[in-house]
């Protein structure tokens, strides 16, 4: 079987949940043996045949939630080879909000605390994902009339409502689990590990077993106590935080234009409301002036990491 929807990403804007939520439902096919296959990015020599084998021959709509795919367009190439029919879903975060919440993603690995403009020399990505106008441009003209977005504030503030609208999206009954399952469910809460020597090893080898198909020697190395001990537990990052909200407005000026491209891009598609998003993240002069390094400290972000991926 092979899949008719994949959800792209980007990272660090709820996917983990997503793929969370979509596993509670018998109607929903996603990969057996792990959560994300990267087939489009990392392993596409394996073939067709292989990524089809990845999904069980069973009653039910076949989904990726792959959200490493979206900047990469090569992987974009790749899916639109394989999948020329799929309906391709993008999550919207306010790019700023998600490239602090993806610094902390490196700080999980074992990266040491650093600014997050050297943190982004590093792991280009940080900036790269969240160019979501950029890269959406390039799925539409890929996928013409097959890119369908919704937005992470709307899976922080309104769970039911978000799942609405995913099931909308992908063509299944708007069913929802107990609002407690939904609610309390925190998924990728930012930390640092006690050991950052620790998470780096656990991390290459987890690539590394992903790279000869070891998905069930991954899943181990991702289970919920390993994680727990291994990327977790360090010091208080908080003021860490506070001091990263701080200066990503300074990150990259081109993030902050392609951000007001995107949202009015993206009015004509969700009617967002002008000037202020939902997840608490200021669109205005502010932000221009931010990202030119006029006023750095002027933006304020009251975002957290209790839903993401």
Known sequence: MLPSVIFVGPTKCGTTWVDSYLRTRSDVVLPTDTKETFFFDKVFERGKGWYEKQFADRPGIAVEVAPSLFHKPQARSNLAQTLPQARIVVIYRDPLDRAVSHYFHYRKEGARAMPIREMAEIHPDIVDAGMFHKNAMAWEELFPGQVSYLRYSDLRQDVRGFCTRLCATIGIPDTVPPDQALSDRKVNAASVPRSAGLARITRRGAEFARRVGAHGLVNRLRSTSLKGAVFSGGEDVEAERE?????????????????IAFEKMLDEHLSLPRGRQNDG???????????????PKTICFKCDDNVSG
């Open 281 to 295: 993240s200021q669109i205005d002069a502010d932000v221009i002036a931010d990202s030119r390094g006029e006023n």
């Open 243 to 259: 001091g990263i909200r701080a200066e990503v407005g300074a990150l990259s000026e081109a993030l902050c234009r392609d951000r």
